[in-house]
């Protein structure tokens, strides 16, 4: 009987040092954790106080210079009053278990904190303030003459922001009359260029065709020109050199080219000589 008293002893025992090393709930029944107030706070009522540990606690309030104040057994959270936190100072707050009788205090938990002063309202008007003084006609003619020479003032500033706006218009009015004017001749520039390069290329293929008819001897042997398959297209198809009829029939004379030529819509150029005679 003894050893197995002795063992269980020894088994509550290890269980109660390993929940104390780990922070196990049992831990927290055994030593009670005060969540709010934080320790050292100013705080001000009501005054909400929570803890982490038995579900009810006894708890006492000590007042700078005061006894003891049993506030009661109450659950978490429990609040404190205005009452309760009458004066500004410091403030302690015990939580001690209700039960074990004499072992009560070794399940406790103390946290001091202090209670603000509360602020000074605000200074009161008086029922009624003093009448001001009936101005005299002096002082009234004086003042509609500063508001007179005021308005004066502010038409004469309000007449110049009217011209200056105007100006302005005027500036960006030119400015966009210029900038339209830059886009125009931009334009016209560009189609200028267009119609130069086409010129060009025109000319380049008289050139060639002409430089083809001084080359070409009396007796050329085959005639050609440039055609475009497809002129419809944009931009138009390959340029190639046709140098027979629709029959397969070879241009040995300038004649029948330009005869094929005329009728031909994909033309590009006049005839000239593709083949030189032989042994030239």
């Not at 029922?127 to 009234?140: I, K, L, W």
């Not at 042997?221 to 050199?241: D, F």
């Not at 004379?253 to 005679?277: I, K, L, M, N, W």
Request: glycine share 6%.
């Amino acid at each position: 009987m003894r050893r197995t008293l002795g063992i269980v002893a020894v088994t509550a025992a290890a269980l109660v040092l390993l929940e104390l090393r780990l922070g196990t709930p049992l831990f927290r029944w055994l030593q009670p954790e005060i969540l709010t107030p934080a320790e050292g706070a100013l705080v001000s009522a009501p005054l909400l106080v929570r803890w982490d540990g038995p579900p009810r606690l006894a708890l006492s309030l000590v007042a700078n210079g005061s006894p003891a104040r049993d506030l009661g057994i109450h659950p978490s959270p429990f609040e404190l009053t205005s009452q309760d936190l009458a004066a500004p100072g410091p403030y302690r707050l015990r939580a001690h278990a209700p039960i074990l009788g004499g072992f009560g205090g070794l399940i406790q938990a103390e946290r001091r904190f202090a209670v603000a002063a509360p602020a000074p309202p605000p200074p009161r008007r008086p029922a009624t303030e003093p009448r001001a003084a009936q101005p005299t006609p002096v002082a009234e003619e004086s003042e509609d003459e500063e508001q007179q020479a005021e308005s004066v003032a502010l038409y004469e500033e309000n007449a110049a922001l009217r011209q200056e706006n105007a100006t302005l218009l005027q500036e960006l009015e030119r400015l966009v009359q210029e900038n339209d004017d830059t886009t125009s001749q931009a334009a016209v520039e560009r189609q200028q260029r267009a119609q130069l390069a086409q010129e060009n290329r025109a000319l380049s293929e008289q050139l060639s065709v002409l430089q083809w008819r001084l080359n070409a001897a009396l007796t050329c042997t085959v005639w050609g020109y440039y055609a475009y398959p497809r002129p419809q297209t944009i931009p138009p198809t390959r340029r190639v050199v046709t140098v027979s009829d629709t029959r397969g029939e070879v241009f040995r004379a300038e004649p029948e080219c330009e005869t094929v030529r005329r009728a031909d819509p994909a033309a590009a150029s006049p005839c000239f000589c593709v083949g030189a005679p032989w042994g030239s």
